[in-house]
């Protein structure tokens, strides 16, 4: 059974960098077409793609963040991680790390993880 | 980027309804679109792929079906665990996008 965690601060200063990572478990993260994901959402609003990696290290950005963020892979360590610089007080949201195949659907997500940015 | 206009954004119904969420794409998107189901405080759930398919393990009573850029969920009688937000997301182009919810509470 594939499960994904992610873990990283749930605080960071406005101006800084937010970083998080996912680890995935019940497989190699290499196995497969998949592609791995960030997904964010904001107290009691809708969901925001950020981006995703495919498992050749592949990756695409949602426009409205690219210039702030970078999505890598550690296969080593199997887990991807996600950076996001130049964070503001908008920045503060669950994060997710999810997994789909083919565009069919996230079928794995992670619990989320609540990252406040704020001084 | 392609919106995903869900409607209605809430609804009320009553356990044993038939309930029908629309999602509507700005442009088409070849019917590469999913539908999941969030609960508060948890990670959403996907419940169906490609439009009409549906993922292993989800109810029958979840249906999903499309008319060129206007998709639909029914649930066709509606149980407790059911009240949740529920979610459109279209895979065919990047950015990908989800709608905006439909949040279906207890009449």
């Known amino acids: 059974q594939v499960q994904l965690q992610e873990s990283g601060p749930g605080l960071v200063k406005p101006s800084q960098t937010l970083s998080l990572t996912c680890t995935v478990s019940?497989?190699?993260?290499?196995?497969?077409?998949?592609?791995w994901s960030w997904i964010r959402q904001p107290g009691g609003k809708g969901l925001e793609w950020i981006g995703r990696?495919?498992?050749?290290?592949?990756?695409k950005y949602n426009p409205s963040l690219m210039s702030r963020v970078s999505i890598s892979i550690d296969t080593s360590k199997n887990l991807f991680s996600l950076n996001l610089n130049s964070v503001t007080a908008a920045d503060t949201a669950v994060y997710y790390c999810?997994?789909?195949?083919?565009?069919?659907?996230?079928?794995?997500w992670g619990q989320g993880t609540l990252v406040t940015v704020s001084s | 980027a392609i919106q995903l206009t869900q409607s209605p954004s809430s609804l009320a119904a009553s356990v044993g309804d038939r309930v029908t969420i629309t999602c509507r794409a700005s442009?088409?998107?070849?019917?590469?679109l999913a539908w999941y189901q969030q609960k508060p405080g948890k990670a959403p759930k996907l419940l169906i792929y490609?439009?009409?398919t549906l993922e292993s393990g989800v109810p029958s009573r979840f249906r999903g079906s499309s008319s060129g850029t206007e998709f639909t969920l029914t649930i066709s009688s509606l149980q407790p665990e059911d009240f949740a937000t529920y979610y459109c997301?279209?895979?065919?182009?990047?950015?990908?996008?989800f709608g905006g919810g439909t949040k279906v509470e207890i009449k």
């Open positions: 999810a997994r789909d195949m083919d565009d069919s659907g996230y079928d794995y």
């Open positions: 019940g497989g190699p993260i290499t196995s497969g077409s998949y592609h």
């Open positions: 990696i495919h498992t050749s290290g592949t990756t």
């Open positions: 442009q088409d998107i070849d019917s590469v």
């Open positions: 490609d439009a009409s």
């Open positions: 997301q279209q895979f065919n182009t990047y950015p990908l996008t």
